[in-house]
């Protein structure tokens, strides 16, 4: 993702470039699965401190610039929207969750299921997540 890209992100969405939040979209867009804030604090090697990360990830959550994924493992999981990707959750896709390796992937192509809510009920998010054993760890 080039400097250009991650401005237009941030500016599409009314973020005010800094120097955190451009180093954590920098990493998200480097990596191709979900990740946690664990996970991008060592991909960040400790130059941005844990409370600046989580605050980043909440800013970019609310302003749709990234997909909060609950995977069962009591870290939640980050991935970059790309495009229209994800922003009702008629567009959400499912993931899955190794159970021995750790890692959540995205299956980008399978959508979630639809399901007839009753009346009255408005779903904002739809958290499909299968769990198993992965091809690598299956080996």
């Not at 604090?41 to 400790?46: D, I, V, W």
């Not at 993931?95 to 959540?104: I, N, S």
Request: aromatic share 8%; hydrophobic share 35%; with cysteine.
């Amino acid at each position: 993702m080039s400097n250009t890209d991650i401005e237009s992100i941030l500016n599409d969405k009314g973020i005010k470039h800094t120097a955190n939040r451009i180093l954590v979209l920098k990493a998200l867009a480097k990596v191709s699965h979900p990740v946690s804030l664990a996970d991008l604090e060592q991909l960040l090697g400790f130059s941005v401190d844990k409370a600046s990360i989580f605050r980043t990830l909440e800013l970019f959550a609310e302003k749709d610039i990234v997909h909060v994924i609950e995977d069962g493992s009591r870290s939640l999981k980050y991935e970059l929207r790309h495009g229209n990707e994800c922003h009702t959750i008629f567009d959400q896709h499912v993931h899955f969750y190794c159970e021995q390796c750790k890692k959540t992937s995205c299956f980008k192509t399978i959508s979630v299921p639809l399901i007839d809510i009753p009346e009255g009920f408005d779903p904002h998010s739809i958290n499909y997540m299968i769990k198993g054993t992965c091809p690598d760890c299956s080996k």
